[in-house]
């Protein structure tokens, strides 16, 4: 009877068990995916406010436009079309979202619509929408006017500070000095707004039209050109520049803080950049070592990776120290952003790889092909020393049975 009831209590807690970690895992998807267009309570940003979200339609369609935004907007339906239209055309990108996953989500949406304060930190009282825009999906109560003008601005202050920490501060600082890219203090002094959001939203547009400034930008980053940055909506490209706006108005900036030493690398430091550049010295947040997808000048024998680019003269094309410490502690591409996002690079491991790259930078060229032959004759080469010690080592495998079937057939047995 005990060992009975004891089976009862594990069999309940295991069953209980993904229920409780979902509404960890749904706070931490939400925080990773959705905080950037979407508040709880905090007003709407480029999607809407989404306090009160399962009051306005049922579960069962918004677990299916969670997991497949796309297919419910192709299907035409009435609603998914109105949120596309008040979102200012911009489209929920589809997401890897279980059934389960779209639950918890919709569960601590619940749990946090009737709190008293928003998943954001502001108050749950102000729900409101950029003017133009509407506050709410559709269907969703009118909040007063007052609260209309305010917490627009604040919410899409906090979002645009996130977006360029996550974004943009590998190749720019505000009132730090240049990087990668320009600091951006008082560049609504020295460019228009209107143009300073197209290039916002997409630059390769911009500089592909031929047009001298973005030419002469590009310049300036040694022929290194601005990504187009997912997220980057005309909502975002305006808050971002207010927020500029802001900062450069605020007391004079010293150069940018990257936490990374400025003393002269050592020997040490060389020979601990490789090890943790091979793979040989783990990170200390679990990421994937650098050759995994780099490749080096100064690597021997087969050398790295091939799936990025050739990090040989790295330090000089970005510029230095500073600028390739600040893109390793947030680098800047979206591949790098979702391998590194939770497993950063630690300031005690980005040291030693600016020892090796600023090496590498001196003393070598970038990786040949030579490498890539050689691991191709490599591999052929083994593959017919294999097939050749198999068929040696096997070589009377069917004599006996061969034999047998041979006399048979001639009668001697």
């Not at 589809?94 to 108050?123: C, F, H, N, Y």
């Not at 091979?278 to 091939?306: D, F």
Request: hydrophobic share 40%.
């Amino acid at each position: 009877m005990i060992r009975l009831r004891f089976s009862l209590v594990v069999v309940l807690l295991l069953g209980f068990y993904p229920l409780i970690a979902s509404a960890q895992e749904a706070a931490d998807f939400f925080q990773e995916n959705c905080a950037l267009c979407h508040t709880i309570g905090g007003g709407k940003l480029v999607g809407p406010d989404l306090k009160g979200v399962t009051k306005r339609k049922d579960r069962a369609w918004l677990e299916g436009f969670v997991r497949n935004s796309e297919a419910v907007m192709n299907s035409g339906d009435p609603y998914a079309l109105k949120l596309k239209q008040n979102a200012d055309g911009m489209e929920m990108p589809t997401l890897v979202v279980s059934p389960q996953m779209a639950k918890a989500l919709l569960d601590m949406i619940e749990e946090k619509s009737a709190s008293a304060v928003s998943a954001s930190g502001r108050p749950a009282t102000a729900s409101a929408a950029p003017a133009g825009g509407s506050a709410q999906a559709p269907g969703a109560a009118t909040q007063p006017a007052s609260a209309a003008v305010a917490r627009p601005a604040s919410a899409s202050a906090q979002q645009a500070a996130t977006f360029f920490q996550q974004n943009c501060k590998a190749c720019h600082t505000i009132g730090g000095g240049r990087l990668v890219g320009p600091d951006l203090k008082g560049v609504t002094k020295r460019k228009d707004r209107a143009w300073l959001e197209r290039f916002l939203q997409n630059p390769k547009d911009v500089i592909d039209s031929g047009d001298p400034y973005a030419l002469q930008l590009k310049q300036d980053a040694r022929g290194i050109v601005m990504p187009t940055v997912s997220g980057m909506t005309p909502v975002m490209a305006t808050s971002l520049l207010e927020m500029i706006d802001e900062k450069s108005e605020q007391a004079e900036s010293g150069p940018a803080e990257t936490g990374i030493s400025d003393r002269p690398f050592t020997s040490a430091d060389f020979a601990t950049g490789t090890a943790i550049f091979r793979g040989e010295q783990k990170l200390i947040q679990g990421g994937p070592a650098c050759i995994s997808c780099h490749t080096i000048g100064t690597l021997y024998g087969l050398g790295g990776g091939r799936l990025g680019p050739d990090l040989t003269l790295v330090y000089e094309r970005l510029g230095g120290r500073k600028a390739v410490g600040a893109w390793l502690s947030a680098p800047g591409t979206t591949t790098m952003q979702s391998v590194f996002r939770r497993k950063a690079l630690q300031d005690q491991e980005i040291l030693p790889l600016l020892a090796v790259f600023e090496n590498a930078s001196r003393n070598s060229q970038p990786a040949d092909s030579s490498s890539q032959t050689d691991f191709l004759f490599a591999g052929f080469a083994g593959l017919c020393g294999a097939l050749a010690l198999m068929g040696w080592v096997w070589r009377d495998r069917f004599r006996s049975v061969r034999g047998a079937l041979i006399r048979m057939t001639r009668g001697d047995e």
